[in-house]
Nanobody
């Protein structure tokens, strides 16, 4: 069974940085394109960033372009999201999943809270 475990979230002041991690198990991680998604309170889950199975072609939502960097280490079955210059509107639960068609099951996510 596939399992996705996100970590690295926390409380940070606006302008600060965080690095999120996503560890996948249960299938061959290196075969799949992956992405980060987020869900803010009262809003739909939205796309944040994606990366090809081999680490190529990172892509970002306009709202995070230039501030966030997605990467992966297939040898560790892990994907990362480096988040810099955080804004209040980045506050959300962050999830990882396949892209462009997420699996039906999601991990618990990791909470990112940006304070003024």
């Amino acid at each position: 069974q596939v399992q996705l475990v996100e970590s690295g979230g926390g409380l940070v002041q606006a302008g600060g940085s965080l690095r999120l991690s996503c560890v996948a198990s249960g299938r061959t991680f290196s075969n799949y394109d992956m992405a980060w998604y987020r869900q803010a309170p009262g809003k739909e889950r939205e796309f944040v960033a994606s990366i090809r199975y081999n680490g190529a072609r990172p892509d970002y939502a306009d709202s995070v372009k230039g501030r966030f960097t997605i990467s992966r280490d297939n040898g560790k079955n892990t994907m990362y999201l480096q988040m810099n210059s955080l804004k209040l509107e980045d506050t959300a639960i962050y999830f990882c999943n396949e892209h462009p068609r997420p699996m039906g099951s999601w991990g618990q996510g990791t909470q990112v809270t940006v304070s003024a």
